[in-house]
């Protein structure tokens, strides 16, 4: 359950290194499961069409968001609210369009799970890690090539130092918009991808509440993870846990706690680490659109 | 008028029309014909007294959410949690009417009920600026957090505590009569809550540029060094904006339940919080601007639900219409940025020249 956070986390770290917050995460991530699962219902259940319908439709979004926010200079948390409105509004929209009101509910059979043989035989941890579908795998690669493109690359240097200090890197001939924008596109394809896990990659099916909040979460695990690829990697296991355990509780019935109190679980716990976390690692300039003097 | 007030009214009128085409042209899909769908849309604001006062039933709660984003806001504050707060002040509100309406007097049970929401939803949004203050905590995503936790206690009293005795659905019994916010204008639903609303937007006005808090809350959004240095200690006014911000928003709870719906039910007004920023942001962030633009949203929410019922539009063209005029809105921002720095180039081309 934590492979969409994960995604969503990730792309956060690269957008919010180079001082760009995505807060269109939360529509991106709509965006892309709804795409996902209208591409692979009309295709007959081709998943890879969902796939790619995803990332194109999450990179539609960043590319508008990152349009309005890096070169139009406008406000990151207000032009974050409207495009997720607008998400809701235009999934909710075409869904009808598309399918009209069902009798029945639509569904495609979601991405298999390929067990990895000898791995997957391991007590507990063999269930968790290696019995999941091909996004949780890949996962494997874009965490450890997260940290190599930004600590070992000079893309990586270049990308935090405009996050840092945008005046020196533009002297330096760094293009600060267009290697943000470059960021922000990036930021769009996987949390394309993170939102089409949740329809066609686990549920088989689309709502408009299919998110429900979990690009925030994925928000703030990137703060939680200290803007690092290893943070935010331990941040989605705890909130992983958290959210299996209170799926666990709610099926068990939970007895003298009220099912509630679990669904609120992840977001209390957001709220909690977010004000016991201490030390930050704030990119200097995040959120501050980068104006050239003269 | 001075250009500057120009420029904000034509381009956020442009911005208006602008946002409603583009929704309208997505009706094409459906078949619809956007002009005429359009015009029903407005003309069916029009057609009876009921209606038309419907407009101004949807903005009550409305300006209080602008209100709830928009005073955090003056002082470089986030509060996305006014959902939270208007979900805390109804469940406040339905749950202390409840229990007061047959033991006191209506009029009493109103302004008991409207002071607890106030505190309630005061407290659960003084609560992200105490975390604030105190741990430095962030508090976009503190009230980002908070609203689904208020949400989920919402729906967990609505099952246990709150739910009706028939024990049926999720909701509340109705109020008694006596418990209902007065109506000022007969034959429709129009509240006094309204009125408040009104009030509180003007109140607001009143306090950003005259009382000693707005001296004070202001250098203190603009710059927080700058109000250390002023010697003002910035802690406090964050848990006080955040506590008003909150009470704002439990007012619009208050206003819904006890103005309108006379009870609770589950998954009751998603979308007003995200719509006050809208508001807000439209204004300009100013609270008498607020009141014209939460009059307008409020117009298209009854024409949109109209249209709905009409021709069989579905109720999303209410998000689709709000997205697309909050974005055309943050693309007047620019524009105006765009025609202020041509005035004062071409001041200082003739400043030169001279």
Redesign the interface.
């Known amino acids: 359950m934590g492979t969409p956070l994960l995604y969503g986390s990730l792309s956060e770290v690269y957008a919010e290194r180079s001082g760009v917050m995505n807060t269109a995460i939360e529509g991106i991530f709509l965006m892309g499961a709804w795409a996902g699962f209208v591409a692979a219902f009309l295709s007959g259940g081709n998943l890879m069409l969902g796939l790619l319908a995803a990332v194109i439709a999450g990179i539609l979004t960043a590319a508008l968001y990152g349009w ?1 926010c890096i070169y ?4 990151q ?3 974050g ?10 999934t ?3 869904q ?2 598309i399918f009209g009101v069902p009798v029945t509910p639509l569904i495609v059979q979601p991405l298999p799970t390929i067990p990895l043989p000898i791995l997957s035989s391991i007590p507990v941890i063999g269930k968790i890690l290696f019995n999941q579908n091909i996004l949780t795998y890949l996962l494997f690669i874009l965490v450890p090539a997260a940290n190599f493109v930004l600590f070992k690359t000079s893309a990586g240097l270049s990308i935090r130092s405009i996050g840092e200090n945008p005046e020196a890197g533009d002297v330096a001939g760094i293009r600060v918009d267009r290697l943000r924008f470059m960021t922000i596109l990036l930021a769009g394809i996987m949390c394309g991808i993170g939102g089409a896990f949740y329809s066609i990659g686990f549920l088989g099916m689309f709502t ?1 509440t299919i998110i429900g ?1 979990r690009g ?1 979460i994925a ?2 695990i990137c ?1 939680l993870g200290n803007w690092k690829p290893a943070g935010v990697l331990v941040g989605t296991l705890v909130f992983g846990l958290a959210e299996a355990f209170a799926i666990l509780m709610q099926s068990r019935g939970a007895g003298f706690f ?1 099912n ?2 679990f ?2 679980l992840p ?2 716990l ?2 909690v680490l ?3 976390r201490k030390s930050f690692n704030v990119p200097a300039v995040l959120g501050v659109p980068y104006r050239k003097e003269g | 008028m001075s250009s500057k007030h120009r420029d904000l009214l034509v381009t956020n009128a442009l911005a208006i029309l602008l946002g409603l085409a583009a ?1 309208g042209l ?1 009706l094409l ?2 078949g619809k014909n956007p002009v005429t769908t359009m015009l029903t849309l407005f003309g069916s604001l029009f057609r009876d007294r009921y209606t038309f006062a419907d407009i101004f039933v949807k903005a009550t709660p409305l300006m209080f959410m602008a209100l709830a984003f928009g005073l955090p806001f003056q002082a470089n504050l ?1 509060n ?1 949690g006014a959902q939270g707060q208007f979900y805390i002040g109804s469940v406040t509100a339905v749950g202390l009417s409840l229990l007061l309406m047959d033991n006191i007097p209506g009029p009493l049970v109103l302004v008991v009920v409207a002071l607890a929401s106030m505190v309630t939803g005061g407290l659960w949004g003084g609560l992200i600026g105490w ?1 604030k203050a105190r ?1 430095n ?2 508090e ?3 009230s ?6 208020a ?3 919402m ?2 009293m609505l ?2 505590f709150l739910m009706e005795t028939k024990g049926e659905y999720p909701q509340t019994d109705p109020l008694v009569k006596s418990a209902w916010l007065p109506i000022f204008v007969p034959g429709t639903r129009l509240h006094i809550g309204f009125i408040l609303a009104v009030l509180a937007c003007i109140g607001e006005r009143v306090l950003k540029y005259r009382k000693p808090m707005g001296l004070k809350n202001r250098p203190d959004g603009q710059n927080k060094d700058d109000a250390e240095q002023a010697g003002i200690n910035y802690k406090p006014l964050y848990v006080m904006t955040f506590f008003i911000a909150g009470a704002l928003g439990a007012m619009g709870g208050f206003t819904e339940v006890n103005g309108v719906q006379h009870m609770l039910v589950q998954g009751f007004n998603p ?1 007003v919080g ?1 719509a006050g ?2 508001i807000a ?1 439209l204004a300009n962030g100013h609270p008498i601007g607020m009141i014209f633009a939460a009059i307008l949203f409020g117009a298209l929410n009854v024409g949109g639900t109209i249209m709905g019922q009409l021709s069989g539009v ?1 109720s ?9 005029v ?2 055309f809105v ?2 007047a ?2 524009v105006r ?1 765009r025609l202020e720095d041509r005035r004062e180039k071409a001041r200082l081309k003739k400043a030169a020249s001279i």
């Open positions: 309005i139009l200079k406008q406000h948390i207000v032009t609210v409207a495009i997720n409105i607008l998400a809701l509004g235009i909710a929209f075409f009808r369009v408009t909040g925030w928000f703030a703060f009220p509630e109190l669904i609120a977001y209390i957001t709220i977010t004000v016991s | 929704s997505l899909f459906l986030y996305i975390l741990f905590a962030n976009f995503l503190v980002m957090m908070s609203t689904y936790v949400l989920n206690f729906n967990y099952r246990t979308g995200a920023i809208g942001i579905p999303s063209i209410n998000d689709l219409m709000l997205g697309f909050m974005l943050i693309l921002y620019f940025e």
